[in-house]
């Protein structure tokens, strides 16, 4: 991983953040997403990541895009977001707090393993998926 990099911010014009492009940036703190696609792996293991937020333009997040950010405590997923992958925020052991935009469709069920994150949402698919989460 990149070791020192601590801030990124991608112009609007990135369709797709690669699988493992950031893998590992322990140093990684301040994150604003505008890619379309968040492929796996992407962002697995910065540890250090704190502040995370998304542009209109992010409707995808792959498998384990953000596992084991273990400084990131809470997440607002903007509007466009349609699909959060196989475990894209498992192992995120500080996010206590995750806002769903209004038109997920599709949450992988072990989307936030290993998490103690309370969910707010007001679209149905999301409200289904949090009771049945609360079930595991």
């Known amino acids: 991983g990149c070791l020192k990099l601590k ?3 991608l112009n609007g014009n990135v ?3 690669e699988k493992r492009s950031f893998y590992k940036c322990i140093s990684l703190d301040n994150l604003i997403v505008t890619a379309k696609t968040i492929e796996d792996e992407a962002f697995y ?3 250090s990541l704190e502040n995370l937020s998304f542009n209109d333009n992010v409707k995808s997040i792959k498998t384990r895009a953000f596992s084991r950010c273990t400084s990131l405590k809470s997440i607002v997923f903007n509007n ?3 699909s959060l992958g196989k475990y894209s925020f498992a192992g995120n052991t500080a996010l206590s707090s995750v806002e769903f935009g209004e038109n997920i469709k599709s949450i ?3 989307a936030f393993d290993d998490t103690n ?3 707010i949402s007001n679209n149905s698919y999301c409200e ?3 009771k049945n989460w609360k079930k595991k």
């Open 7 to 9: 801030d990124v911010s």
């Open 15 to 17: 369709e797709e953040i």
């Open 45 to 47: 293991w910065c540890t």
């Open 80 to 82: 466009n977001i349609e």
């Open 108 to 110: 992988s069920h072990t």
């Open 117 to 119: 994150s309370e969910f």
């Open 128 to 130: 289904e998926w949090i």
